[in-house]
């Protein structure tokens, strides 16, 4: 039986990649070890790290441009802090597009001036807000590129000489963008690239080394460089299997590939939702995500039917975010457009039978 799984995170992986996973926890290499009882010190895993790290900055197109990619823990909630702990000396600026982006402006508090450059908190955070300056006297500026919540997405990457941060948890490796406009970078796995326990940093070496304070060993990412990611023991488990989807990715194209076909499920998905009257989207239209489409019926009245309908279909995990209600279509790299078609026709044998 084929599950749709639109499950917003943790999420969908390429079955080929779950395949292989499988094999590596039962004999890495055909080495008669299972990943999980070898060293991490040892050959077969010291390549599977460097071959991760090496993938994620090939995709994001950032080879021999200063930047270091790690594998850390803690998710992406820890580097709400570790990006302040690390690069925050005098103020820093964020932009509050969601509840993720309002924790990491709450964390960056607690290590000097942190401040609110805009939000679109006044109408539930459907829009990304657009008319703001960012003053270069800053440190740094903290966007959140998708909201994976709320399902918007910036479209436009500000234009600024101050050091850009981005959490990219739920968008990155889906769409082509200047990779390099960014200091730095960080997405927990769990959403577009693999298991939960693993979050990539991607850093430009030269942004750190700024702020006079004193950095616990774990929390500095010089530390994580100079171990190369193993400064202590890595999620092995998690770095491998997001290995096998970066591997997976680059062997179907890379992310231009990817991100058209991002784009023709994104497409088929508000169209549906535009044309449907049944259906409301819930973004500003212009600031829809790729990643997460966010929708309610205009009656609730259907839920039950609907509901009924979507579980009938093998269709998995479309509840909408408390904060939201309705639904939400997680369509992650390794969603299939055909899941994409079951639900959207699932969605209008709504309206022929309502
Ligand atoms: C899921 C998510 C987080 C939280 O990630 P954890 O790994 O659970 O800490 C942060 N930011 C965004 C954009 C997310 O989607």
Known sequence: MTK???SAGPSILPKSVIQEASKGVNDINNSGLSLLEISHRSKDFKEIMHEATSLALNLLGLDNKGYKALFLQGGASMQFLMTAYNLLENKA?????GAWASKALKEAKFFGDAIEIASSKDNNFNY??????IDSDLDYFHITSNNTIFGTQIKHIP???VCLVSDMSSDIFSRKIDFSK???IYAGAQKNFGPAGTTLVIVKEDILGKVSRKIPSM???QVHIDKESMFNTPPVFAVYTSMLTLKWLKDNGGIESIESKNNTKAKLMYQAIDTNELF?????KQDRSLMNVTFNLVDSNHKELFDQMCKEANINGVNGHRSVGGYRASIYNALEIESVKVLIDVMNELKRIV
């Open 219 to 221: 929390l500095d990412y």
């Open 93 to 97: 600026g964020y932009l509050n597009t």
């Open 4 to 6: 749709h799984n639109f």
């Open 128 to 133: 990304i807000p657009k008319e703001y300056s």
């Open 182 to 184: 960014f200091g730095l």
């Open 280 to 284: 409301v989207g819930f973004a500003a």
């Open 159 to 161: 234009d600024t000489d």
